[in-house]
């Protein structure tokens, strides 16, 4: 097994490219200060349509018609963002791999998980390291993911080369959070 996967892994690795639709200003942006959960709200109420704050740290809004949760914790710098795909009871047992398989190459920041018998586009992250840019690109990327599943399993963020994904890239929605987002 060894003999097969360094190999492998080699030729991965030296074949890994980026898509030149990255977004190359996430890399560049430092955070001018803490992102706050009233900072998030906002974020949340430009972008999102029927926004309801459940709790302290917790939201529910849609996106492009996609149901969104935002679960925030300021005293253990985490949040994260999480939409509901499908149950798993529903997915045939292939379905399983070619999650790992877009995890690998299409899915960038956001990523499938399983949980409580429901597949999740999931999107964590510290707080304190939480720009504006990457807030409104995680949502864009989980709901992408909602989107996409079944057909490109594409975030919409980047394609690295050398996984077992098409190069189709879902980009139009970040885009058009960005403009909203960052317009506050």
């Known amino acids: 097994m060894r003999r097969i996967f360094l190999p492998v892994l080699a030729v991965i690795l030296s074949t890994v490219s980026i898509s030149a ?6 890399a560049e942006e430092k ?9 998030m709200n906002d974020l949340i109420e430009a972008i ?12 529910r809004f849609v996106v492009e018609k996609v149901p969104v949760f935002v679960i ?3 005293m253990n710098d985490r949040m994260r963002v999480l939409v509901g795909i499908a149950k798993t009871e529903d997915l ?4 399983y791999q070619r999650l790992m398989q877009a995890n690998f190459d ?6 499938y998980a399983v949980a409580k018998g429901v597949v999740w586009g999931a999107y964590l992250h510290p707080l304190k390291a939480l720009t ?16 996409t599943f079944g057909k490109t399993f594409s975030s919409g963020g980047l394609t690295f080369q050398g996984g ?3 190069d189709i890239i879902e980009r139009e929605l970040i885009e058009k959070l960005l403009e909203k987002g960052l317009a506050i």
């Open 164 to 166: 077992d994904s098409n």
């Open 92 to 95: 045939p047992e292939a379905l």
């Open 106 to 111: 299409t899915t960038l920041d956001a990523r």
């Open 72 to 74: 925030a914790d300021a």
């Open 48 to 59: 999102g349509d029927d926004v309801a704050r459940q709790n302290q740290g917790q939201w």
């Open 31 to 39: 955070p001018s200060k803490v992102m706050t959960l009233t900072r």
């Open 21 to 26: 639709n990255a977004d190359s200003h996430a």
């Open 132 to 147: 504006d840019r990457l807030f409104l690109s995680g949502v864009g990327q989980t709901v992408n993911l909602a989107r």
